[in-house]
C-alpha cells in the first residue's frame, strides 16, 4: 500500500518535472547544438587529425600489410621480394584510379623528393617484372634499393601514427622506427611553444599587476564613479582587435609620439625601439588582453563584503594585514579566473605578434596557420595545436590544484 | 554612573555630516560608564549606526571630541582601538575555519599560535561552540555564526565591545535567546558594551540604559523602566512601546500634576515639559494602563467610550475605541473568563490613573 503511494507520488512528481525540464531543455538547446557543432566537432576533429596517418592503407592495403611484420623486425634491410611485388600491383592500380597524387602528397612530408619518386616509378612501371619486382623498381630507381626510402613507407602505412606530434615536440623516428631528437637546424616546434609560454606568461603576470589594483579601486568606489571608470575598461571591446593593434604600431613606432613625448621629456636621447620586438608584442597584448583580467578579479571583489575590511581592522589587523589575510585570499578566485582567461587567450594569440612582432616573437599559432595554410600539412597542423590544448588543460589542473578548484569563478 | 568625570567613553559636542548640509548626528552628548550595557535606539537614519561607527574609527566626526578612557581617540586607527566590533550579518571570514576567525585577533597581534589557539578555543566554549571549531563560518546556522562572532569580539579582552544591529537576522526565537545570552555574558565578563538596535524589545530587555536616538539627537537617555514609564517626549512615548495619544490643551497645573481638556471632557494628568498653560499637550496613555470601569471601582479619569473594533490575541484582547475624539484608542485587556462580552458596538466606560497619563508637548515640527 505505502509503496504504491510513494510510486505515484512519484510518478506525478515526475510528470509535473517534465514540463519544467523541457522547457529548460528547450531554452539551453541551442546553445548546446552550437557548442557540440562548432566546438566539440572541431576540437575532436583536430586531435583525430593529429593522430590520423593518411590514405596509404586504403590505396595500398596490400603492401600495408606486407610492411607491418618486416616493421617489427629488429634487423632491417631492405623489404623481401613479395612486398616488391604487392607495391608495383597495387602502385598500377593507383596510377589508374588517380589516387596516387594524394599517396604523393603524404609521403612527401615523410621525405622531401617522395613525389618525383614515385610518380616517375609510376610513369615507368612495366606490366611485368624484369627479373624480380626488386630488381625492376631499383632499375627505375635505385633509392628503392635504400632502407629510408622503405622506412618512410612504413611509418605511413598504419592507419594511427605519432609522427606529427613528435614533430610538434621536435622528434621523429629514425629509419629503424626509434624515436630521435630533430637534427638542431630544423627544430622550430618546440622553441615556438616555449617562445608562447613565456610571452603569454610575461602577459599575465603583466596584465595582473595592472588590474588587481585598478579592480580594487573600481569595486571600492561608488557605484556611479565605478561605472563611469569601467567604460574605460571596456572601451577597448568595443573597437576591433586590428585597429587597436595597428594603432599600437603607430603609437609605438621610432617616430611615434611614445617616443617623441619621452624625449622632449628629456628621459632618453634616443628612440626606443618599440616595434617589431618583444617589448612592443608584449605591450599591445597587455594592453589588448586587460579586460579580462579586469572584469573577473572585479565581479569577485564586488562580492566581498566591506564589512570584513572593517571586521579585520576592528579587531587589531593594520590595513594591509587584513588585506593580505582577508581581503586578498577572497579575491583569489577572481586572480584564478582572470589568469587562466589571460593566459588561455594569450597563448592562441596571432594577429598582434604577426603586426607586431619581428621574425623572433612569432607565437606557435602563427606556426599553425602556416602549416595548415601554406604546407598544407594538416597533420601537423592539428598535432601542434593538440600539444597547446595538453599543455593549457595541465595547466589549468596544476592551478587549480594550486589554488583550489572550489574558487575558479569565470565572470 | 552618569558623571562625565568618570566616564569611560564620551560624546562631547560631536556633530558629523557627509553632504556637509545635513547633520547626521547633531551636538551629540553622552557619556558611558565603565562595564554599562548601552543600547542605542532609533529608527533607521537617526544617526545610532553612524555614532557607533565613530565609535569603532570607520568614521570621524566633523566636529567635537570622542574619548575612550579618558583620552581623545580620534587620531588613533581603528585596528589599535582595541574595541571589539560584531556587525550585522556578522562578517566571518569565509575563508577560514571558526577556530582561526576567533583566533585572528590573537594572530594579528603577534600572540604565539598555540597560546592563541587555546585562548581561542576558550572563547568558543565561552558561548558553546568548542565542537564546531573546524568548521567554515557557511556551514554554520546564523545563532551559531552570531555566537562566532560574539566570540571573536571578546577573544582579545577589549574593553568595550560595539554591536550593530547583531540579532537582526535571526527570527524571533532565536533572537530571544541570543539576547539572553549577551546579557549574560556581559554581566560575567564586566566589559563595557554598546548595543545599536531598532528593536525596542532587545533594547529594553537587555540595557542598562538606553539612548533613544531620533534625527542625529538623543531623544532621551534613561534606564528601561523610565523610558517605558516616563516618556520625555512624544517621539520616545510612540517609538517604545505601544501608545495612545491624545490631543489636549493644557488647562491647569498643580505641583506634580494637571489637567488637559480633551474632546468631551479634561484629564487629570502628569505634567511633563515646559509648555505651559494654553499649550497644546499630547497626553500619552498606554493601551494595558486602560481600565474597564466595573461597578465600585474609582479611577481619577473616567471616559466614555464605545467598541468599534475587538481583536483577539490569545492571551489578551485589545479593543479598538472611540473616545476622547479620536477613533482608534487602543485598550489591553487580559482574555479573563468574564471578559467575552465584548462585542462590536459595545458601549463601556474606561478609566485610567492620572500617573498613567503624561501631558507631553506636541513635538514642533507636527
Known amino acids: 500500500m505505502v509503496a504504491d503511494e510513494t510510486r505515484n507520488l512519484r510518478a506525478s512528481l515526475r510528470r509535473a518535472e517534465r514540463r519544467?525540464?523541457?522547457?529548460?531543455?528547450?531554452?539551453?538547446?541551442?546553445?548546446?547544438?552550437?557548442?557540440?557543432?562548432?566546438?566539440?566537432?572541431?576540437?575532436?576533429?583536430?586531435?583525430?587529425?593529429?593522430?590520423?596517418?593518411?590514405?596509404?592503407?586504403?590505396?595500398?592495403?596490400?603492401?600495408?600489410?606486407?610492411?607491418?611484420?618486416?616493421?617489427?623486425?629488429?634487423?632491417?634491410?631492405?623489404?623481401?621480394?613479395?612486398?616488391?611485388?604487392?607495391?608495383?600491383?597495387?602502385?598500377?592500380?593507383?596510377?589508374?584510379?588517380?589516387?596516387?597524387?594524394?599517396?604523393?602528397?603524404?609521403?612527401?612530408?615523410?621525405?622531401?623528393?617522395?613525389?618525383?619518386?614515385?610518380?616517375?616509378?609510376?610513369?615507368?612501371?612495366?606490366?611485368?617484372?624484369?627479373?624480380?619486382?626488386?630488381?625492376?623498381?631499383?632499375?627505375?630507381?635505385?633509392?628503392?634499393?635504400?632502407?629510408?626510402?622503405?622506412?618512410?613507407?612504413?611509418?605511413?602505412?598504419?592507419?594511427?601514427?605519432?609522427?606529427?606530434?613528435?614533430?610538434?615536440?621536435?622528434?621523429?623516428?629514425?629509419?629503424?622506427?626509434?624515436?630521435?631528437?630533430?637534427?638542431?637546424?630544423?627544430?622550430?616546434?618546440?622553441?615556438?611553444?616555449?617562445?608562447?609560454?613565456?610571452?603569454?606568461?610575461?602577459?599575465?603576470?603583466?596584465?595582473?599587476?595592472l588590474a588587481y589594483p585598478l579592480a580594487y579601486r573600481l569595486a571600492t568606489l561608488p557605484e556611479s564613479t565605478a561605472n563611469l571608470l569601467m567604460i574605460l575598461v571596456l572601451l577597448p571591446f568595443w573597437t576591433s582587435l586590428l585597429v587597436r593593434t595597428a594603432s599600437w604600431l603607430v603609437i609605438l613606432q621610432r617616430e611615434g609620439p611614445l617616443n617623441d613625448a619621452l624625449r622632449w621629456l628629456g628621459l632618453i636621447s634616443q628612440p626606443l625601439e618599440l616595434v617589431f620586438n618583444r617589448p612592443g608584442v608584449i605591450i599591445a597584448m597587455t594592453h589588448v588582453l586587460l579586460p579580462f583580467m579586469v572584469l573577473p578579479i572585479y565581479s569577485v571583489m564586488k562580492g566581498i563584503p566591506p564589512n570584513y575590511m572593517r571586521a579585520a581592522t576592528s579587531l587589531g589587523a593594520p590595513f594591509f594585514t587584513a588585506f593580505r589575510r582577508v581581503y586578498f585570499p577572497l579575491s583569489l578566485p577572481g586572480v584564478t579566473a582572470g589568469c587562466l582567461l589571460v593566459f588561455i587567450l594569450a597563448i592562441g594569440y596571432y594577429i598582434t605578434p604577426l603586426l607586431i612582432g619581428g621574425a623572433n616573437d612569432q607565437m606557435v599559432s602563427s606556426l599553425i596557420s602556416f602549416l595548415a595554410l601554406q604546407t598544407l600539412n594538416w597533420g601537423l597542423a592539428a598535432a601542434l595545436g593538440t600539444v597547446l590544448l595538453v599543455i593549457t588543460v595541465a595547466l589549468y589542473f596544476v592551478y587549480s590544484r594550486v589554488v583550489g578548484t572550489d574558487g575558479v569563478k569565470l565572470g | 554612573m552618569t558623571a562625565t568625570n568618570d566616564a569611560f567613553v564620551t560624546f562631547e559636542k560631536v556633530r558629523k555630516t557627509y553632504d556637509g548640509r545635513a547633520l547626521v548626528v547633531s551636538d551629540l552628548d553622552l557619556a558611558i560608564a565603565k562595564g554599562e550595557f548601552l543600547t542605542m535606539l532609533g529608527p533607521s537614519g537617526s544617526g545610532k549606526t553612524t555614532c557607533l561607527m565613530m565609535l569603532a574609527g570607520f568614521e570621524h566626526p566633523t566636529s567635537g571630541r570622542i574619548t575612550l578612557g579618558g583620552r581623545p581617540i580620534d587620531g588613533v586607527p581603528p585596528h589599535r582601538r582595541?574595541?571589539?566590533?560584531?556587525?550585522?550579518?556578522?562578517?566571518?571570514?569565509?575563508?577560514?575555519?571558526?577556530?582561526?576567525?576567533?583566533?585572528?585577533?590573537?594572530?594579528?597581534?603577534?600572540?604565539?599560535?598555540?597560546?592563541?589557539?587555546?585562548?581561542?578555543?576558550?572563547?568558543?566554549?565561552?558561548?558553546?561552540?568548542?565542537?564546531?571549531?573546524?568548521?567554515?563560518?557557511?556551514?554554520?546556522?546564523?545563532?551559531?555564526?552570531?555566537?562566532?562572532?560574539?566570540?571573536?569580539?571578546?577573544?582579545?579582552?577589549?574593553?568595550?565591545?560595539?554591536?550593530?544591529?547583531?540579532?537582526?537576522?535571526?527570527?524571533?526565537?532565536?533572537?530571544?535567546?541570543?539576547?539572553?545570552?549577551?546579557?549574560?555574558?556581559?554581566?560575567?565578563?564586566?566589559?563595557?558594551?554598546?548595543?545599536?538596535?531598532?528593536?525596542?524589545?532587545?533594547?529594553?530587555?537587555?540595557?542598562?540604559?538606553?539612548?533613544?536616538?531620533?534625527?542625529?539627537?538623543?531623544?532621551?537617555?534613561?534606564?528601561?523602566?523610565?523610558?517605558?514609564?516616563?516618556?520625555?517626549?512624544?517621539?520616545?512615548?510612540?517609538?517604545?512601546?505601544?501608545?495612545?495619544?491624545?490631543?489636549?490643551?493644557?488647562?491647569?497645573?498643580?505641583?506634580?500634576?494637571?489637567?488637559?481638556?480633551?474632546?468631551?471632557?479634561?484629564?487629570?494628568?502628569?505634567?511633563?515639559?515646559?509648555?505651559?498653560?494654553?499649550?497644546?499637550?499630547?497626553?500619552?496613555?498606554?493601551?494595558?494602563?486602560?481600565?474597564?470601569?466595573?461597578?465600585?471601582?474609582?479611577?481619577?479619569?473616567?471616559?466614555?467610550?464605545?467598541?468599534?473594533?475587538?481583536?483577539?490575541?490569545?492571551?489578551?484582547?485589545?479593543?479598538?475605541?472611540?473616545?476622547?475624539?479620536?477613533?482608534?484608542?487602543?485598550?489591553?485587556?487580559?482574555?479573563?473568563r468574564g471578559n467575552q462580552r465584548f462585542v462590536e458596538g459595545g458601549e463601556l466606560r474606561i478609566g485610567c490613573d492620572p500617573a498613567d497619563c503624561l501631558a507631553l508637548d506636541v513635538p514642533t515640527n507636527g
Open chain 2, 82 to 336: 582595541d574595541i571589539g566590533v560584531v556587525f550585522q550579518n556578522y562578517a566571518l571570514f569565509p575563508h577560514m575555519t571558526v577556530l582561526e576567525n576567533v583566533a585572528f585577533p590573537l594572530s594579528v597581534r603577534q600572540v604565539s599560535s598555540a597560546e592563541a589557539g587555546e585562548r581561542a578555543r576558550a572563547a568558543l566554549g565561552m558561548v558553546h561552540l568548542q565542537h564546531l571549531a573546524e568548521r567554515r563560518p557557511g556551514q554554520l546556522s546564523g545563532g551559531q555564526q552570531q555566537r562566532v562572532a560574539l566570540a571573536r569580539a571578546l577573544v582579545f579582552e577589549p574593553k568595550l565591545v560595539l554591536m550593530d544591529e547583531p540579532l537582526g537576522a535571526l527570527d524571533k526565537q532565536l533572537r530571544e535567546h541570543m539576547q539572553y545570552e549577551i546579557k549574560h555574558l556581559h554581566e560575567r565578563l564586566g566589559v563595557t558594551i554598546v548595543y545599536v538596535t531598532h528593536d525596542q524589545g532587545e533594547a529594553l530587555t537587555m540595557s542598562d540604559r538606553v539612548a533613544v536616538f531620533n534625527e542625529g539627537k538623543i531623544q532621551q537617555l534613561s534606564t528601561p523602566r523610565e523610558l517605558y514609564e516616563r516618556p520625555q517626549n512624544a517621539f520616545v512615548a510612540s517609538f517604545i512601546g505601544e501608545n495612545n495619544a491624545v490631543r489636549g490643551t493644557l488647562k491647569s497645573v498643580g505641583a506634580g500634576a494637571c489637567e488637559v481638556e480633551i474632546p468631551g471632557g479634561m484629564l487629570r494628568c502628569v505634567p511633563i515639559g515646559a509648555g505651559g498653560v494654553g499649550s497644546g499637550k499630547l497626553v500619552s496613555i498606554r493601551p494595558e494602563r486602560v481600565h474597564i470601569v466595573e461597578d465600585g471601582a474609582s479611577f481619577g479619569n473616567v471616559m466614555p467610550a464605545r467598541i468599534e473594533e475587538v481583536i483577539y490575541h490569545g492571551d489578551h484582547l485589545r479593543l479598538r475605541l472611540s473616545t476622547m475624539g479620536m477613533g482608534d484608542f487602543i485598550a489591553k485587556v487580559p482574555n479573563a
Open chain 1, 20 to 209: 519544467r525540464t523541457l522547457r529548460g531543455l528547450g531554452l539551453t538547446l541551442p546553445l548546446i547544438l552550437f557548442t557540440l557543432v562548432f566546438f566539440i566537432v572541431p576540437i575532436a576533429g583536430m586531435l583525430v587529425k593529429s593522430v590520423q596517418n593518411g590514405p596509404m592503407p586504403d590505396i595500398l592495403p596490400q603492401t600495408s600489410a606486407l610492411l607491418q611484420p618486416w616493421r617489427a623486425s629488429a634487423e632491417r634491410g631492405v623489404p623481401d621480394e613479395a612486398v616488391f611485388a604487392a607495391f608495383a600491383g597495387e602502385l598500377r592500380t593507383a596510377s589508374q584510379e588517380r589516387t596516387l597524387p594524394e599517396l604523393a602528397t603524404r609521403l612527401n612530408f615523410e621525405n622531401a623528393g617522395y613525389r618525383s619518386l614515385l610518380m616517375a616509378t609510376a610513369r615507368r612501371l612495366p606490366e611485368a617484372p624484369t627479373g624480380t619486382w626488386r630488381e625492376t623498381l631499383t632499375g627505375i630507381n635505385p633509392q628503392w634499393g635504400e632502407v629510408a626510402i622503405w622506412a618512410a613507407l612504413g611509418r605511413a602505412s598504419t592507419r594511427v601514427t605519432d609522427n606529427y606530434l613528435l614533430a610538434a615536440l621536435d622528434h621523429r623516428r629514425d629509419d629503424n622506427d626509434r624515436i630521435q631528437a630533430t637534427d638542431p637546424s630544423r627544430a622550430v616546434y618546440v622553441a615556438s611553444l616555449l617562445r608562447t609560454l613565456e610571452i603569454s606568461g610575461i602577459v599575465t603576470l603583466l596584465c595582473l599587476l
